[in-house]
C-alpha cells in the first residue's frame, strides 16, 4: 500500500464512510454494493454524515493536485475505493481550476460511476432452517426484488450466506431445493421454477453466464465434390468437408439491469485435456468479435441474452474442454426516468417537445372524453438526432416499451398495440392504441397455486377505484453502458 494511505483511511473511517472494493474498472466493474440507501436516509444524523463523507472526499479531491506524488496516488487509491459522496466529489471536480486535479478526476470518474451503476444486490441471512418461502422472502427483503417459487414452498430448508450476490443466493438455494433460476418473463421479479440447477455457472456482479451446450456439425458439399468411383467423391476446387463447434450460453442479469445486446464473445484462452488449443486461427472471421453498432441493441429489454462461441477441434482423439475463458460486451440498460410528453392529453394536438435527442409531436387524439372502455389512438410523429449512426433503427422498436398512457394518479392505461406509418432512418409516424387500464386494488401478499407473490394485487373487500381519465403520455429515456462480463468454465465434454 502506497505511503500515506493508512492516514486517509483512518480519516476516511473517523467520518463513518463505508468503503466498497471494485473489482473491475476496464470496461465497467461491477461487485460494490451502492444497492438499498440506509434505513434512515433522509435523518437528520444521515444527512450530517453523508454532508461529513463529501466533505472528507472533496478534501481528497484537492490531494489530486498535490506536488507529493505518494499523497496524489494515496488520494485517488481511497477516491477509487469511495460511494456516491465519492462519485459526486469527482464530478465536482470536473470544473476544478487545476488542471492536473481534472486530469486525475476525469479518470477516476468513469470507472467509479460504472462500479455503482452495475453494483449488484447483496444478500447476507443467518444460516437456520425456514420453510422455502420464508427463505424466498427474507431474500426479497434483502433486496426489493420480488422472489417467486413454483412448487416445495413449504418444505424445510437450512440456509444462509454471507454478503453474496442475489444470483449466487437463489442458485445455491435453487441446489438446495430443486428449482433453478427462470427468466424471460419481461418483468422484474425473480423466479425459481423446478428443474436442476445448471452445473456450469460463472458470476460477475449482477451478472450470470451459464454454459448450456456444445454443438459440432459437419459437413460436406456434395454439389461441388468430383466423384472418384463409384460412391465415392473427393472434394473439387474451393470446397469439401467443414466442420464447426460452438459453446452456446445464456447471459442472466438483475431485473434491475435489463439487456439490450450482446456481443459475441471474444476468446482469451480454450484448452482441451491433452494441452490441445481450441482458439480458432486469428484470421478465422468468426473468430472476429461483433461491435455493438446501435445505442439501444435490439431495442428490447431483456434479463436473458444467448450468445455463441465459435470453435476448433484440434483432433477427434480430445475428449473435453479442460478451460475455456473470455469476455462478452453486453449492452446494459443502467437507468430509466419518465419524462412527460404531456399532462393534458385532451388539449395536447399539434404539441411538439424535444426529450434528449428525441423530438415528438402529437398529430392526433381520438377517444379521450368518450364512453369509458373506448380504446383511445395517439398518432405521433417522432424525429430521433442520431448523427454518430443515423442508419441505427433500434431507438423505434424501443417505443413500444418507453411510451406509456397513465390517469393524473398515474394508474397506467394498457398499450394494446400500435401501427406504422411513414419511417425513415430517423423519423417515424406512428399510433398507439391504448386500452382503460386494470383498476386498482389494494396491494397484499398472497399464495396463488403455491406461488409466492408479495405485493401482487388481490381482490379487495370493496370494489376497486376505477381509473380516471387519460391525461399524462410518458416517455422513458434510457441511459446505457457497455459492460464486459468474463467467463471461465471448466471440465466440459466434447460432442
Not at 449488484?120 to 420453510?131: C, D, F, G, S, Y
Request: proline letters at 7%.
Amino acid at each position: 500500500m502506497r505511503t500515506g494511505m493508512p492516514r486517509l483511511l483512518r480519516h476516511l473511517m473517523l467520518c463513518g464512510l463505508s468503503v466498497g472494493m471494485v473489482l473491475r474498472v476496464s470496461g465497467g466493474a461491477s461487485g460494490q454494493d451502492a444497492a438499498a440507501p440506509p434505513a434512515q436516509a433522509n435523518s437528520p444524523s444521515s444527512a450530517k454524515k453523508s454532508a461529513q463523507e463529501f466533505e472528507a472526499f472533496s478534501a481528497l479531491v484537492e490531494d489530486l493536485g498535490s506536488p507529493e506524488f505518494a499523497k496524489r496516488e494515496a488520494a485517488a487509491d481511497a477516491l477509487r475505493l469511495g460511494g456516491q459522496n465519492s462519485l459526486q466529489a469527482l464530478r465536482k471536480a470536473q470544473n476544478h481550476p487545476d488542471a492536473e486535479v481534472r486530469r486525475r478526476a476525469a479518470e477516476l470518474l468513469g470507472p467509479l460511476d460504472a462500479s455503482l451503476r452495475l453494483a449488484p444486490k447483496r444478500v447476507t441471512l443467518a444460516r437456520k432452517t425456514r420453510t422455502f418461502r420464508s427463505t424466498l422472502e427474507e431474500i426479497s427483503k434483502a433486496t426489493g426484488y420480488t422472489v417467486e417459487a413454483w412448487n416445495n414452498l413449504e418444505q424445510q430448508v437450512e440456509f444462509g450466506c454471507d454478503n453474496i450476490t442475489v444470483l449466487e443466493a437463489v442458485d445455491q438455494l435453487g441446489r438446495i431445493t430443486g428449482t433453478c433460476l427462470q427468466q424471460g418473463y419481461g418483468d422484474d421479479r425473480i423466479r425459481l421454477g423446478a428443474g436442476n440447477c445448471p452445473p456450469l455457472v460463472t458470476y460477475d456482479g449482477a451478472f450470470r453466464l451459464v454454459a448450456t451446450s456444445l454443438q459440432q456439425y459437419r459437413n460436406i458439399d456434395l454439389a461441388n465434390a468430383m466423384p472418384a468411383s463409384p460412391g465415392a467423391f473427393v472434394a473439387g476446387p474451393g470446397s469439401g468437408r467443414t466442420e464447426t463447434l460452438t459453446l452456446g450460453m445464456a447471459i442472466f442479469s438483475e431485473p434491475r439491469l435489463p439487456l439490450l445486446g450482446v456481443n459475441e464473445p471474444r476468446l482469451i484462452e480454450a484448452w482441451t485435456e491433452d494441452g490441445q488449443s481450441l482458439l480458432p486461427p486469428a484470421t478465422d472471421s468468426a473468430n472476429t468479435p461483433r461491435r455493438h453498432v446501435s445505442r439501444y441493441g435490439n431495442g428490447y429489454r431483456s434479463q436473458t441474452q444467448m450468445a455463441n462461441v465459435v470453435l476448433r477441434r484440434p483432433s477427434n482423439s480430445s475428449g473435453s474442454i479442460k478451460s475455456i475463458s473470455g469476455v462478452v460486451s453486453c449492452l446494459v440498460l443502467v437507468d430509466q426516468k419518465q419524462i412527460p410528453i404531456t399532462t393534458e392529453l385532451a388539449k395536447s394536438k399539434g404539441k411538439t417537445i424535444e426529450i434528449g435527442s428525441t423530438s415528438f409531436t402529437i398529430d392526433e387524439v381520438t377517444g379521450v372524453g368518450e364512453n369509458a372502455g373506448k380504446p383511445i389512438t395517439v398518432k405521433l410523429s417522432v424525429r430521433e438526432k442520431n448523427n454518430d449512426n443515423p442508419g441505427d433503427y433500434t431507438w423505434m422498436n424501443s417505443l413500444y416499451q418507453r411510451l406509456e398512457l397513465t390517469d393524473a394518479e398515474g394508474n397506467k392505461y394498457q398499450n394494446q398495440g400500435s401501427n406504422w406509418g411513414t419511417s425513415g432512418p430517423n423519423f417515424a409516424t406512428i399510433t398507439f392504441t391504448f386500452g382503460p387500464p386494470v383498476p386498482q386494488q389494494k396491494a397484499a401478499r398472497q399464495n396463488l397455486r403455491g406461488i409466492v407473490l408479495p405485493g401482487l394485487p388481490i381482490a379487495p373487500a370493496k370494489p376497486a377505484k376505477p381509473a380516471g381519465p387519460p391525461t399524462k403520455l410518458m416517455y422513458t429515456t434510457w441511459d446505457t453502458m457497455d459492460h464486459l462480463v468474463p467467463f471461465t468454465f471448466k471440465d466440459l465434454p466434447l460432442p
